[in-house]
Each structure stands twice: as C-alpha cells, then as structure tokens.
C-alpha cells in the first residue's frame, strides 16, 4: 500500500479496533471543492460519531483526504490512549 493512504489505513484500523464490525457506521467524510475546475483546492473534514476530529486541504481529493484522515487519526489517539492499552 503507498505511503499516501497509511492515515486512512490508520484510522480505519483504529476504528475497527474500537467498534469492530460496525466502524464504518461511526465514520462520515464531507468534501468541499474550492476555486476554478482546472485548479482546485478540496478541503476534507472526517467526522466520527457525528463529531469532527480532523479537517485537511489539498489540490487533490486524496491528498485532502489523507491529511484529514492524520488529524483525526492524531485526536482520537490521544482520546482513546486509555483504551489502546
């Protein structure tokens, strides 16, 4: 797997660790494209139970994406570090 999808991954994994087969029903993704068609910024927020934990911009959707995926991998570690014992 590239280096550019190990947030997402992350984030995945930590949410199956913590829900298991229902993580998919605690995560939302919004996106917004920003400027001209040929030169966009999209900007990514990642929601878990209806909550932000992490917002990210980039000139592509992946890019965006990826970086969200990081923050909100970054909060929720810091929230669920009892729990990740």
Do not use: C
Not at 12 to 17: D, I, K, P
Not at 57 to 66: H, M, P, Q
Request: glycine share 12%; aromatic share 10%.
């Amino acid at each position: 797997m590239p280096n550019a999808e190990q947030n997402r991954l992350g984030l995945n994994n930590l949410l199956q660790q913590r829900y298991g087969t229902s993580a998919a029903s605690h995560l939302r993704w919004e996106s917004v494209k920003y400027g001209d068609d040929h030169n966009p910024t999209w900007t990514f927020i990642v929601y878990i139970d209806n909550i932000e934990y992490g917002r990210g911009s980039g000139g592509d959707k992946g890019s965006a994406k990826e970086m969200a995926a990081g923050v909100g991998l970054m909060q929720l570690r810091r929230q669920w570090a009892h729990l990740l014992l």
